[in-house]
């Protein structure tokens, strides 16, 4: 089983949107991520998001790579400040192949608790447009990959 684990694209300031939308940025990263998760041959059974409008454009902008017949979903409890173990214990009982798509602190916490048990440890340096793939084995669950957009933007 594979779950990956989100940060929604890079949004704009509070002061210029309280909605705080994708910025150009973010679109674009939005954009780079997809196609990369398309080449690779990213699919997933579901892909979720916290329901900020951020996470929610982010989750559109890859839909079409990793689910393409199915649409992106809004979950509870994905919010920034939210607590990690109800997440981690929903993907630990389940099987299938999952995106998540939501922010910081909560990812970061999300991927510390299921890969070392810790959810103060940081094991992944995220940014916005972040994606991180882990997978569950017998041992546990392992970081496989990661890529940033820094490295994405460099690709083209």
């Known amino acids: 089983m594979r779950v990956y684990?989100?940060?929604?694209?890079?949004?704009?300031?509070?002061?210029?949107?309280?909605?705080?939308?994708?910025?150009?940025k973010g679109r674009l990263d939005g954009e780079r991520l997809a196609a990369f998760l398309a080449r690779i041959g990213v699919r997933v059974q579901r892909l979720i998001h916290s329901g900020k409008t951020r996470a929610r454009?982010?989750?559109?902008l890859v839909q079409w790579a990793v689910l393409p017949r199915g649409r992106a979903e809004e979950h509870p409890g994905l919010g920034p400040e939210d607590p990690v173990a109800p997440v981690a214990e929903e993907l630990e009982a389940g099987d299938q192949y999952v995106m998540i798509v939501g922010h910081l602190p909560f990812v970061g916490r999300l991927v510390g608790r299921l890969v070392v048990g810790d959810e103060t440890r940081s094991i992944?340096?995220?940014?916005?447009?972040?994606?991180?793939?882990?997978?569950?084995?017998?041992?546990?669950?392992?970081?496989?990959w990661m890529v940033r957009p820094e490295v994405l933007a460099k690709e083209e």
């Open 124 to 144: 992944a340096g995220f940014v916005p447009g972040t994606a991180v793939c882990l997978e569950r084995s017998v041992a546990g669950w392992q970081v496989v």
């Open 5 to 24: 684990v989100v940060q929604h694209g890079e949004a704009v300031a509070k002061e210029v949107d309280p909605a705080r939308p994708l910025s150009e």
């Open 57 to 60: 454009q982010t989750a559109e």
